[in-house]
């Protein structure tokens, strides 16, 4: 798919080779002693290192006035190689296309769920998408929808975090003065179920692809119904029926969820937000079983 150009690379090495190697010794596929150096020492190799050929891509790049005024969008084209994320493009037209470009990132390895926009239609995480990823020939990346624009690709979590505050997100203790280690038995449903549910890096990404967030503002989202069902499971806690009855609301709850999968599709941390969805349902229809945790 890509072709590759053979730059010579010259590497001086006092012990790579034995004392009295020579280039006709040494000579293979992998590296050439250029003629003149005749018992080199040390010895002088030009290696052969393939790298990519850059290839030219097309972005098209969502572009708007400060209050997110939309204002349609800038087309780039660029030449990437193919290990390039989304985000190394975005960086690319920033420093050398258009300075005034504005988007998010801070720890660009997919932990911290800044730069997370639409590209291609899809919530993805810039920093971790290739750009070069198969069928791709031109890149349109979007700020990501549900959510309010601030400018170009950065948009406001605040819609996002708002739903999030609603389910009680910190851990209440039921013994809040005791001095004593609340363990969990390892072999309990809560410790089984944390270890897939816990990874939440709030990036926002299934909250922009839910197809229920489309239509519906009051719905709390897959994000902030995942962190309720890991607290209401939790059995060192105790504000249970308070978020019982908030997730069991006919508008905003878990009865919303059309389960279309796109949360888990979606999420950068593979967490299976459509199960813990699932859970609570259950959980709702038998209240005593949310009792006994």
Not at 23 to 48: H, K, M, R
Not at 56 to 69: D, K, L, P, Q, Y
Not at 232 to 260: F, I, T, Y
Request: a positive charge; one cysteine or more.
């Amino acid at each position: 798919m890509f072709s590759c150009t053979i730059p010579l690379l010259l590497a001086e090495s006092h012990r790579l080779f034995n004392p009295g190697c020579t280039p006709e010794a040494e000579l293979t596929s992998d590296f050439y002693i250029p003629q003149g150096y005749q018992n080199p020492s040390p010895c002088l190799v030009w290696y052969l290192v393939l790298l990519p050929e850059l290839i030219t891509f097309e972005i098209r790049v969502s572009r708007s006035a400060e209050a997110g005024i939309r204002k349609g969008f800038d087309t780039f084209r660029m030449a990437l190689e193919p290990r390039m994320t989304v985000l190394d493009a975005l960086f690319e037209i920033q420093r050398h296309h258009d300075a005034s470009l504005s988007f998010r990132c801070a720890c660009r390895v997919g932990m911290c769920g800044t730069c997370a926009v639409s590209v291609n239609g899809l919530p993805q995480l810039a920093c971790k998408t290739r750009a070069a990823a198969p069928g791709r020939g031109t890149l349109t990346v979007e700020p990501l929808p549900h959510l309010p624009v601030i400018k170009d690709l950065v948009v406001s979590l605040d819609p996002f975090f708002q739903q999030w505050k609603q389910v009680l997100p910190a851990f209440r203790p039921k013994h809040p003065e005791s001095r004593e280690l609340a363990s969990i038995p390892e072999d309990s449903t809560f410790a089984r179920a944390i270890p897939r549910k816990r990874d939440c890096i709030t990036c926002g990404a299934c909250f922009a692809a839910c197809g229920v967030k489309a239509t519906s503002g009051e719905y709390l989202g897959p994000a902030a119904i995942n962190k309720a069902f890991l607290r209401l499971m939790d059995p060192r806690d105790q504000a249970k029926k308070e978020r019982a009855a908030l997730l069991n609301d006919e508008r905003s709850g878990v009865w919303r969820c059309h389960a279309q999968f796109n949360c888990v599709s979606v999420c950068p941390k593979n967490i299976d937000l459509a199960d813990s969805i699932a859970r609570l349902k259950r959980a709702l229809l038998f209240p005593q079983r949310l009792a006994r945790t």
